[in-house]
T-cell receptor, first 113, second 113 residues
Framework: GNSVTQMEGPVTLSEEAFLTINCTYT??????LFWYVQYPGEGLQLLLKATKADDKGSNKGFEATYRKETTSFHLEKGSVQVSDSAVYFCALQAHNAGNMLTFGGGTRLMVKP | DAGVIQSPRHEVTEMGQEVTLRCKPISGHDYLFWYRQTMMRGLELLIY????????DSGMPEDRFSAKMPNASFSTLKIQPSEPRDSAVYFC???????????FGNGTRLTVT
């Protein structure tokens, strides 16, 4: 079946530090890949996506590249801000499963001033 | 665009009572999803609909849970009777055409005492 594995958190960084959150997946075929962000008390918001191998999704300084050879979609940001503190979810959408998303366990990011 | 609207935001009830959660998807979206989020199990897909028809309800925990979508603009998730282990945040999400991202509501935090 389809699955997504994320690094466990919390990840604690100082402001302006470099961020990497690892994500690997298992799926049949070539799924679409997503990163969602959840701020306290809110629902999940789409952060970025990539629909095919070697695509790079980017938004708000975050980026992730769809790596078919390593089945990975790691999230990166060059300089984090306190406002980036949230829980980040990696997810895949298989092309044979409607629009259903399979989520990783989430990674909590805490950025200290 | 008002986004996905869920009600109530918070629900506190006693064990054995019936609970009904409500969702209004984004207008024009063909897919509607119900997810449950807990610390122990993360995000779990309970059920999803396509054009108001339930497609996959394999994630519904047991017969105490039921979901309906009587029309394109409204869905309910009902728990009867409720139990303390049902305490969680329940999210509704909708999406448009095939392979498009999901848009989440802000969730309903359910506490069963």
């Amino acid at each position: 079946g389809n699955s997504v594995t994320q690094m466990e958190g919390p990840v604690t960084l100082s402001e302006e530090a470099f961020l990497t959150i690892n994500c690997t997946y298992t799926a049949t075929g070539y799924p679409s890949l997503f990163w969602y962000v959840q701020y306290p008390g809110e629902g999940l918001q789409l952060l970025l996506k990539a629909t095919k191998a070697d695509d790079k999704g980017s938004n708000k300084g975050f980026e992730a590249t769809y790596r078919k050879e390593t089945t990975s979609f790691h999230l990166e940001k060059g300089s984090v801000q306190v406002s980036d503190s949230a829980v980040y979810f990696c997810a895949l959408q298989a092309h044979n499963a409607g629009n259903m998303l399979t989520f990783g366990g989430g990674t909590r990011l805490m950025v200290k001033p | 665009d008002a986004g996905v609207i869920q009600s109530p935001r918070h629900e506190v009830t006693e064990m054995g009572q019936e609970v009904t959660l409500r969702c209004k998807p984004i207008s024009g979206h063909d897919y509607l999803f119900w997810y449950r989020q807990t610390m122990m199990r993360g995000l779990e897909l309970l059920i999803y609909f396509n054009n108001n028809v339930p497609i996959d309800d394999s994630g519904m925990p047991e017969d105490r849970f039921s979901a309906k979508m009587p029309n394109a603009s409204f869905s309910t998730l009902k728990i009867q009777p409720s139990e303390p282990r049902d305490s969680a945040v329940y999210f509704c999400a909708s999406s448009g055409q095939y392979n498009s991202p999901l848009h989440f509501g802000n969730g309903t935090r359910l506490t069963v005492t």
